[in-house]
């Protein structure tokens, strides 16, 4: 991935001089490669240190479709299929799980018309966990968690419509770990960030 950022960067910049006079449709749509990295926090709990518990790192498929309100303010919607991650404690695998994380934000856009936009934006993440298999069944997870999701970004312009993009992100994503007859282990915080490359097409 940091060897395919670094020509696009640099070509994007070169494209930046002037602005763009065409007038733009309301509608993004990127599709984006992510690479997601929990921040593996957990509670300490009797027997249990805290950030015994991890929570495994990949790289995942993202679709993301905005709509612009006025040339500076969008709202972006992240989407993607469920993901199952591995779950080790003190370096054994405990199991898997899969999450489904869309999110959405309001964002700010703060060069509309240019050939590189920067942006930043702020919204809520809604993770949806099911598949849990922790434990040989022992264990079980929350199978919802709500938090706020922020994010950096830019878009380049490199043809008409067409964009190549950067984006950042990170997602408060927690959920109880609980025993089968429901009794509270800890809290595991995935709290994931999330790095992006991708392409856009304005509408």
Sequence with gaps: MKTFILPVALAAGWLASAP????????MV?????????????DAAPGLPADAIHVSSKTIPEVDISYFFTA???????LT????????????????????PPTLTAQWHFLPG???????????????????????GA??????????????????????QCFINLDAKYAQIRSDVKTAAGAKVTTVK??????????????
Excluded: C, M
């Excluded at 264990?139 to 008409?160: I, P, R």
């Design 81 to 100: 299929v469920p993901q199952e991650h591995d779950v080790t404690l003190a370096g054994a695998k405990l199991g898997t799980f899969k999450e489904l």
């Design 20 to 27: 763009l006079q065409a007038q733009e449709g309301p509608w």
């Design 30 to 42: 990127r599709l984006r490669a992510v690479s997601l990295q929990p921040a593996d926090k957990s």
């Design 114 to 136: 240019q050939r590189v936009d920067p942006y930043v934006g702020l919204g809520l993440n809604l993770t949806l966990i099911s598949d849990v298999k922790l434990a040989d």
């Design 190 to 203: 995935v709290d994931p960030f999330l790095f992006g490359v991708g392409v856009g097409y304005r509408f």
């Design 139 to 160: 264990l079980d997870l929350d199978k919802t968690s709500v938090g706020l999701a922020a994010q950096v970004g830019v878009d380049f312009k490199v043809a008409k």
């Design 72 to 78: 500076n303010l969008a709202a972006e919607l992240v």
